[in-house]
Each structure stands twice: as structure tokens, then as C-alpha cells.
């Protein structure tokens, strides 16, 4: 199946800091990219949509100045948590869809552990 | 709104034994199902989905699951399973209206023991 990666896989940082993660599609050109958020035990919520070039659709409750979202090209979303606290700390994942029918798999990143200090 | 309910955390089972992981939903609206496979250090795989006709599909690896809209339940099952099914399992729904929406469920572990 099409690959997706994630970068960093975890990461810690000290609170008020700035923190990119990055989502790249590998074999694929993905038309929307998904971020998500899993606390532990917990499933995952759906934070963001983006589609390349466009402005991410945020889901209710997330602070979009707090997780700035970047759909930069067809292969590459970036996620940025800025001025992170320690409630942010977190298993992010995100996914990609090659297209926009329903029919077109989403492909899963393997997540990025956060832990703010 | 939509939501999906995984009533066991962990499962755990013997080598060559059957297993049934449970998946309950509760939505207003018509949802399309999946069920999703997530193995140490790697993304969410699709197991298998449904999208319309059939309510028992067949999924990659040997399982199958059956949607029962009474219920409102769309349990994952395999018949005999491997030491190599160990993993989370989580179970997701999307709404027809809004495919890109999924809902989760919390996840279930799979211990396969032999």
C-alpha cells in the first residue's frame, strides 16, 4: 500500500516553544491531508483537514492560531504547535487520501509523540 | 453527531483460537464503517470497510466483519488467528454525507498468545 511518514516520530520540547511536525505522502500525490490527536487510551479526533494550497478546515474546539496547519505541495503537510504547553503533549498522527472519492484509501502516518516539558 | 464505541480495551487469545472484537456505533445520520489495524511503530492500515450491498464484508489477513444496522454494530471476527495479529485494532465510522470525517473508536488490543 501507498506510504506515509511522519517527522519527527517523538519529540520533546520546553513549554512556550514552537514545534513542526511533518506528514509527507511518499509514493503518492495526496490531494487532502488529515491531522489527528490521540490521547492515551482515547481515540482519535479529527483536528484539521487541509487540501494543497488552500486554508485547512478546522474542527470544532481547535485553536487554529494554536496548530497551524501548512498543505504546502501535493506531497507535504506540516503541523505547528506553537507555544506549546504541557496539556499539548500528545500522540499526533496524520493521514493522506490520493483523491477525493470515497473509494480513495486513507493512508496513515505512523504518528509523532510530543511531550512538552 | 457521530461516535464509536470499543467496549474492550484488550483481548486476549490463544494461537489458532477465533476472535470477535466488538464495535458498537450511535449516529443520526448514515455512516459508512471501517475497521483499521495499527501494528508497534507503524500508521493505521485498512482492514476492511463498508460502503453499501453486502452487510458481511471480507477484510485483508483473514478477517471479516458483519454490519448489523439493527444494532448498530460492526463486530471484526477471524476465525482462527496468529501469533502475527497482535496489534490495535480501531474501529472508525465516516458519514455518507461527509466522507472525511472519521470518528474513532478507542481501540482494541489484540494479544495473541501461543
Avoid at chain 1, 45 to 57: D, Y
Avoid at chain 2, 92 to 98: E, F, S
Avoid at chain 2, 105 to 110: P, W
Wanted: glycine fraction near 6%; charge should be positive.
Amino acid at each position: 500500500g501507498a506510504v506515509v511518514s511522519q517527522h519527527p516520530s517523538r519529540v520533546i520540547c520546553k513549554s512556550g516553544t514552537s514545534v513542526k511536525i511533518e506528514c509527507r505522502s511518499l509514493d503518492f500525490q495526496a490531494t487532502t491531508m488529515f491531522w489527528y490527536r490521540q490521547f492515551p487510551k482515547k481515540s482519535l479526533m479529527l483536528m484539521a483537514t487541509s487540501n494543497e494550497g488552500s486554508k485547512a478546515t478546522y474542527e470544532q474546539g481547535v485553536e487554529k492560531d494554536k496548530f497551524l496547519i501548512n498543505h504546502a505541495s501535493l506531497t507535504l503537510s506540516t503541523l505547528t504547535v506553537t507555544s506549546a504547553h504541557p496539556e499539548d503533549s500528545s500522540f499526533y498522527i496524520c493521514s493522506a487520501r490520493r483523491g477525493t472519492s470515497l473509494t480513495d484509501t486513507q493512508y496513515f502516518g505512523p504518528g509523532t509523540r510530543l511531550t512538552v516539558l | 453527531a457521530q461516535s464509536v464505541t470499543q467496549l474492550d480495551s484488550q483481548v486476549p487469545v490463544f494461537e489458532e483460537a477465533p476472535v470477535e472484537l466488538r464495535c458498537n456505533y450511535s449516529s443520526s445520520v448514515s455512516v459508512y464503517l471501517f475497521w483499521y489495524v495499527q501494528y508497534p511503530n507503524q500508521g493505521l492500515q485498512l482492514l476492511l470497510k463498508y460502503l453499501s450491498g453486502s452487510t458481511l464484508v471480507k477484510g485483508i489477513n483473514g478477517f471479516e466483519a458483519e454490519f448489523n444496522k439493527s444494532q448498530t454494530s460492526f463486530h471484526l471476527r477471524k476465525p482462527s488467528v496468529h501469533i502475527s495479529d497482535t496489534a490495535e485494532y480501531f474501529c472508525a465510522v465516516t458519514p455518507k454525507y461527509n466522507f472525511n470525517k472519521f470518528y474513532f473508536g478507542s481501540g482494541t488490543k489484540l494479544n495473541v498468545k501461543p
